[in-house]
């Protein structure tokens, strides 16, 4: 299975939709990160994806950007 790894903010409207359809379809195998809270997982964001864009999905350390593309790939895992 990929490890799954959500990167947030707090005051993100994009990022809520993503959590809600994860609630929604009872997704639970992802971790969420708020880059507003922790510095160092920001430091890696950017370093890793190219920007500090959010939400961003990493599948097994490659990154994946935009709501609906992120949404489609987690309720059809």
């Known amino acids: ?3 799954l790894k959500l990167y947030t903010s ?3 409207p994009f990022c809520e939709k993503v959590k809600k359809a ?3 379809n009872d997704i639970q195998d992802v971790e969420i990160i708020n880059i507003d809270k922790d ?3 920001r430091e890696y964001l950017v370093e890793k994806g ?3 864009q959010v939400p ?3 599948v097994d350390d490659k990154p994946m950007y935009e709501s609906t593309d992120i949404i489609n790939y987690l309720v059809s895992k």
Do not use: S, V
Request: glycine share 6%.
């Open 50 to 52: 190219g920007k500090k």
């Open 22 to 24: 994860m609630k929604d």
């Open 39 to 41: 510095p160092e997982e």
């Open 1 to 3: 299975m990929a490890k």
């Open 56 to 58: 961003c999905l990493f």
């Open 10 to 12: 707090t005051f993100c």
